[in-house]
């Protein structure tokens, strides 16, 4: 069955510092991944998602970079942490097999302070 | 307007009752529709899907309304553990971007 790995669970970071999330999916090859941001009061937000090695589509400007360098792994970074980067981030997969069904890694809580 | 639009509730019920939320979305060329369920500082998992005829699943019934953009979840005899948010979700503009609503909570009571 398929698994999906993403840590740490949480995380505190000070401004203008690095960062760097991972996510590792098991069980299934060639997955659509995202990356989400749920920020208090506010919906899921797609950040990034890719449909293969190398590939990845981004949804709105930031300060926030995604890259997948294995087809089962995908890293989110950033190089200068802002507060307004303080959220619960999700990674998710689907495949084509499952439609748009998406299937959740169990978050990062960060807080940039 | 939003573009997935969701009463933030609470929604606060007796065990055993019945409870409808609802949730309207603008692009009506969306195909794909979903409920998903979020406990407090967890991941969201999906619940169900949406039909254009309407499911059913346990306690559970989505309805779909295309015509007023319109989606719907009915849960019938509530269970304390059905304690939660409920995010309505329809697919978006792009390839691969659902739009997720803020999300409905529900607090079922002894």
């Known amino acids: 069955s398929q698994t999906i790995h993403q840590w740490p669970a949480t995380l505190v970071q000070p401004v203008g510092s690095p960062l760097s999330l991972e996510c590792t999916v098991e069980?299934?090859?060639?997955?659509?991944l995202y990356w989400y941001r749920q920020a208090a009061g506010r919906g899921l937000q797609l950040l990034f998602y890719s449909v293969g090695i190398g590939q990845i589509s981004s949804e709105v400007p930031q300060n926030l970079s995604a890259s997948r360098p294995q087809d089962r792994q995908f890293i989110l970074s950033s190089k200068k942490l802002l507060l307004s980067d303080s959220g619960f981030y999700l990674c998710?997969?689907?495949?084509?097999?499952?439609?748009?069904?998406?299937?959740f890694g169990s978050g990062t809580q960060l807080s940039v302070l | 307007r939003k573009e997935v639009e969701q009463d933030p509730g609470p929604f606060n019920v007796p065990e055993g009752a019945t409870v409808a939320f609802n949730c309207t979305y603008s692009?009506?060329?969306?195909?794909?529709f979903f409920w998903y369920r979020q406990d407090c500082r967890k991941e969201p998992k999906l619940l169900m899907s949406v039909y254009s005829s309407g499911n059913e699943d346990g306690r559970f019934t989505a309805q779909l309304n295309r015509a007023s953009q319109y989606i719907s979840l009915l849960i019938r005899d509530s269970k304390l553990s059905d304690s939660a948010t409920y995010l309505c979700v329809v697919n978006g503009r792009s390839q691969g971007n659902l739009i997720f609503g803020k999300g409905t909570k529900l607090s079922v009571k002894p």
């Open positions: 998710a997969w689907s495949t084509d097999a499952e439609g748009e069904k998406l299937f």
């Open positions: 692009n009506s060329a969306s195909q794909s």
């Open positions: 069980g299934t090859s060639n997955p659509n």
